[in-house]
Protein backbone atom coordinates (compact mmCIF):
# COMPACT_ATOMS: atom_id res chain seq x y z
CA UNK A 1 0.00 0.00 0.00
CA UNK A 2 1.41 3.18 -0.92
CA UNK A 3 1.37 5.80 1.76
CA UNK A 4 1.55 8.82 -1.01
CA UNK A 5 -0.62 8.62 -4.30
CA UNK A 6 0.02 11.29 -7.05
CA UNK A 7 -1.63 12.02 -10.13
CA UNK A 8 -1.11 11.93 -12.83
CA UNK A 9 1.14 9.16 -13.35
CA UNK A 10 2.02 10.04 -16.77
CA UNK A 11 1.51 13.57 -18.12
CA UNK A 12 2.55 15.11 -21.57
CA UNK A 13 1.73 18.53 -22.89
CA UNK A 14 2.54 21.28 -25.29
CA UNK A 15 5.41 23.89 -24.35
CA UNK A 16 3.72 26.79 -23.18
CA UNK A 17 0.96 25.05 -21.47
CA UNK A 18 0.41 25.24 -17.56
CA UNK A 19 0.03 21.81 -15.29
CA UNK A 20 -1.02 20.61 -12.27
CA UNK A 21 0.48 17.69 -10.48
CA UNK A 22 -1.05 16.66 -7.28
CA UNK A 23 0.33 14.63 -3.91
CA UNK A 24 -2.14 12.84 -1.55
CA UNK A 25 -2.45 11.22 1.35
CA UNK A 26 -4.73 9.86 4.29
CA UNK A 27 -2.04 10.50 7.06
CA UNK A 28 -0.70 13.76 8.13
CA UNK A 29 2.85 14.55 7.18
CA UNK A 30 5.61 16.73 9.41
CA UNK A 31 7.09 17.88 6.19
CA UNK A 32 7.00 17.58 2.43
CA UNK A 33 9.72 17.16 -0.14
CA UNK A 34 8.85 17.69 -3.63
CA UNK A 35 12.08 16.15 -5.88
CA UNK A 36 12.36 15.66 -9.65
CA UNK A 37 14.40 12.93 -11.10
CA UNK A 38 15.87 12.36 -15.04
CA UNK A 39 16.52 9.48 -15.92
CA UNK A 40 19.69 7.53 -14.05
CA UNK A 41 19.92 10.08 -11.73
CA UNK A 42 19.04 10.58 -8.37
CA UNK A 43 16.34 12.86 -7.09
CA UNK A 44 17.40 16.85 -7.11
CA UNK A 45 15.43 18.37 -4.11
CA UNK A 46 13.01 21.22 -5.21
CA UNK A 47 11.55 22.00 -2.47
CA UNK A 48 10.32 21.62 1.42
CA UNK A 49 6.94 22.44 2.76
CA UNK A 50 6.20 22.40 6.40
CA UNK A 51 3.23 24.46 7.54
CA UNK A 52 -0.07 23.59 6.41
CA UNK A 53 -1.81 25.63 3.52
CA UNK A 54 1.86 27.04 3.13
CA UNK A 55 2.72 28.28 -0.63
CA UNK A 56 6.36 28.16 -2.43
CA UNK A 57 6.68 29.54 -5.30
CA UNK A 58 10.17 28.59 -7.27
CA UNK A 59 10.33 30.53 -10.50
CA UNK A 60 7.32 28.46 -13.01
CA UNK A 61 6.99 26.34 -9.90
CA UNK A 62 4.42 26.83 -7.31
CA UNK A 63 3.83 24.44 -4.09
CA UNK A 64 1.54 24.05 -1.95
CA UNK A 65 1.11 21.86 1.22
CA UNK A 66 -2.40 21.00 2.58
CA UNK A 67 -4.10 22.58 5.54
CA UNK A 68 -4.27 19.43 6.95
CA UNK A 69 -0.87 18.82 5.82
CA UNK A 70 -2.31 15.46 4.01
CA UNK A 71 -1.71 16.28 0.60
CA UNK A 72 -0.09 18.93 -1.42
CA UNK A 73 0.72 19.85 -5.25
CA UNK A 74 2.62 21.76 -7.45
CA UNK A 75 1.70 23.79 -10.72
CA UNK A 76 3.58 24.81 -13.31
CA UNK A 77 3.31 27.51 -15.00
CA UNK A 78 4.12 28.01 -19.01
CA UNK A 79 5.95 24.61 -19.08
CA UNK A 80 9.58 24.09 -20.78
CA UNK A 81 10.89 20.98 -22.48
CA UNK A 82 13.90 21.21 -19.60
CA UNK A 83 11.01 20.66 -17.30
CA UNK A 84 10.63 16.79 -18.51
CA UNK A 85 11.43 14.72 -16.02
CA UNK A 86 10.13 12.34 -13.17
CA UNK A 87 8.90 14.70 -10.19
CA UNK A 88 8.32 12.80 -6.89
CA UNK A 89 6.37 13.70 -3.78
CA UNK A 90 7.98 12.76 -0.12
CA UNK A 91 6.67 12.99 3.18
CA UNK A 92 8.41 12.60 6.96
CA UNK A 93 5.67 10.79 9.33
CA UNK A 94 7.20 12.93 12.16
CA UNK A 95 9.64 16.14 12.29
CA UNK A 96 13.41 15.10 12.26
CA UNK A 97 11.90 11.03 10.91
CA UNK A 98 14.59 8.84 9.99
CA UNK A 99 13.22 7.99 6.49
CA UNK A 100 10.66 9.80 3.82
CA UNK A 101 8.00 7.93 2.42
CA UNK A 102 7.90 8.39 -1.56
CA UNK A 103 5.33 8.88 -3.83
CA UNK A 104 4.46 6.84 -6.79
CA UNK A 105 6.11 9.45 -9.36
CA UNK A 106 4.44 12.00 -11.87
CA UNK A 107 6.26 11.39 -15.22
CA UNK A 108 6.19 14.69 -17.33
CA UNK A 109 7.11 15.34 -20.58
CA UNK A 110 7.22 18.63 -22.09
CA UNK A 111 6.96 18.69 -26.16
CA UNK A 112 8.87 21.21 -28.01
CA UNK B 1 31.64 18.87 -6.17
CA UNK B 2 30.78 18.74 -2.26
CA UNK B 3 27.38 16.32 -3.27
CA UNK B 4 26.90 13.22 -2.46
CA UNK B 5 29.15 10.46 -4.34
CA UNK B 6 27.96 6.95 -5.25
CA UNK B 7 30.37 4.37 -7.03
CA UNK B 8 29.71 2.88 -9.18
CA UNK B 9 27.43 3.88 -11.06
CA UNK B 10 26.84 0.92 -13.00
CA UNK B 11 27.28 -2.74 -11.65
CA UNK B 12 26.28 -6.08 -13.92
CA UNK B 13 26.62 -9.29 -11.77
CA UNK B 14 25.78 -12.75 -12.24
CA UNK B 15 23.14 -14.43 -9.94
CA UNK B 16 24.26 -15.27 -6.89
CA UNK B 17 27.15 -13.28 -6.79
CA UNK B 18 28.14 -10.67 -4.04
CA UNK B 19 28.08 -6.80 -4.89
CA UNK B 20 29.29 -4.22 -2.67
CA UNK B 21 28.40 0.09 -3.17
CA UNK B 22 29.96 2.66 -1.75
CA UNK B 23 27.96 6.11 -0.71
CA UNK B 24 30.32 9.23 0.32
CA UNK B 25 27.63 11.64 1.49
CA UNK B 26 28.27 15.31 2.18
CA UNK B 27 31.15 16.15 4.36
CA UNK B 28 29.39 18.08 7.22
CA UNK B 29 26.07 15.32 7.31
CA UNK B 30 25.89 13.21 9.95
CA UNK B 31 23.05 11.76 9.03
CA UNK B 32 22.73 8.91 5.51
CA UNK B 33 20.35 7.10 3.91
CA UNK B 34 19.90 3.98 1.87
CA UNK B 35 16.60 3.59 -0.65
CA UNK B 36 15.93 1.23 -3.69
CA UNK B 37 14.23 2.26 -6.39
CA UNK B 38 12.91 -0.39 -9.32
CA UNK B 39 11.54 0.99 -12.67
CA UNK B 40 8.46 3.11 -12.28
CA UNK B 41 8.58 3.48 -8.92
CA UNK B 42 9.53 6.06 -5.90
CA UNK B 43 12.29 4.89 -3.90
CA UNK B 44 11.53 2.83 -1.29
CA UNK B 45 13.62 3.32 2.38
CA UNK B 46 16.31 0.68 3.85
CA UNK B 47 18.44 1.81 6.18
CA UNK B 48 19.18 5.17 7.81
CA UNK B 49 22.94 5.71 9.84
CA UNK B 50 22.94 8.56 12.67
CA UNK B 51 26.87 8.74 12.49
CA UNK B 52 28.07 5.33 12.70
CA UNK B 53 25.20 4.23 14.18
CA UNK B 54 22.75 2.12 12.05
CA UNK B 55 19.50 3.23 13.83
CA UNK B 56 16.98 2.03 11.59
CA UNK B 57 16.22 -0.44 9.16
CA UNK B 58 13.52 -1.53 6.85
CA UNK B 59 11.79 -5.20 6.67
CA UNK B 60 13.12 -4.93 2.91
CA UNK B 61 16.28 -4.97 4.28
CA UNK B 62 16.79 -8.83 4.05
CA UNK B 63 19.38 -10.80 5.86
CA UNK B 64 21.00 -10.82 2.55
CA UNK B 65 21.48 -7.09 2.74
CA UNK B 66 24.04 -5.58 4.98
CA UNK B 67 25.30 -1.59 5.23
CA UNK B 68 27.60 -0.65 7.20
CA UNK B 69 29.26 3.33 8.15
CA UNK B 70 32.42 2.25 10.54
CA UNK B 71 33.63 6.26 10.52
CA UNK B 72 30.73 7.87 10.46
CA UNK B 73 32.02 9.20 6.91
CA UNK B 74 31.32 6.60 3.85
CA UNK B 75 29.02 3.80 3.78
CA UNK B 76 29.00 0.63 2.09
CA UNK B 77 25.90 -1.70 1.04
CA UNK B 78 26.95 -5.02 0.59
CA UNK B 79 24.57 -7.47 -1.29
CA UNK B 80 24.84 -11.54 -0.83
CA UNK B 81 24.39 -14.10 -3.02
CA UNK B 82 22.57 -12.13 -5.37
CA UNK B 83 18.95 -12.70 -6.95
CA UNK B 84 17.50 -10.86 -10.06
CA UNK B 85 14.90 -9.08 -7.74
CA UNK B 86 17.56 -7.43 -6.61
CA UNK B 87 18.36 -5.24 -9.70
CA UNK B 88 17.56 -1.87 -9.22
CA UNK B 89 18.71 1.79 -8.82
CA UNK B 90 20.12 1.96 -5.20
CA UNK B 91 20.35 5.31 -3.63
CA UNK B 92 22.11 6.34 -0.77
CA UNK B 93 21.48 10.16 0.49
CA UNK B 94 22.37 12.80 2.82
CA UNK B 95 21.10 15.29 5.46
CA UNK B 96 22.09 17.20 8.29
CA UNK B 97 20.55 15.96 11.22
CA UNK B 98 20.05 19.50 12.43
CA UNK B 99 16.81 20.66 11.31
CA UNK B 100 13.65 18.74 11.90
CA UNK B 101 12.52 18.31 8.52
CA UNK B 102 14.54 15.62 7.30
CA UNK B 103 15.70 17.13 4.29
CA UNK B 104 17.39 14.75 1.99
CA UNK B 105 20.34 15.16 -0.90
CA UNK B 106 20.70 12.13 -2.77
CA UNK B 107 23.61 10.68 -5.25
CA UNK B 108 23.25 9.72 -8.39
CA UNK B 109 22.86 6.55 -7.50
CA UNK B 110 24.09 2.86 -8.57
CA UNK B 111 21.92 1.31 -11.22
CA UNK B 112 21.97 -3.09 -10.63
CA UNK B 113 21.84 -5.62 -13.49
CA UNK B 114 21.22 -9.40 -11.69
CA UNK B 115 21.55 -11.81 -14.51
Known amino acids: TQLLEQSPQFLSIQEGENLTVYCNSS?????LQWYRQEPGEGPVLLVT?????EVKKLKRLTFQFGDARKDSSLHITAAQPGDTGLYLC????????????FGTGTRLTVIP | DTGVSQNPRHKITKRGQNVTFRCDPI?????LYWYRQTLGQGPEFLTY????????KSRLLSDRFSAERPKGSFSTLEIQRTEQGDSAMYLC?????????????FGQGTRLTVV
Open chain 2, 27 to 31: SEHNR
Open chain 2, 93 to 105: ASSPGQGPYSEAF
Open chain 1, 90 to 101: AGARQTGANNLF
Open chain 1, 27 to 31: SVFSS
Open chain 2, 49 to 56: FQNEAQLE
Open chain 1, 49 to 53: VVTGG
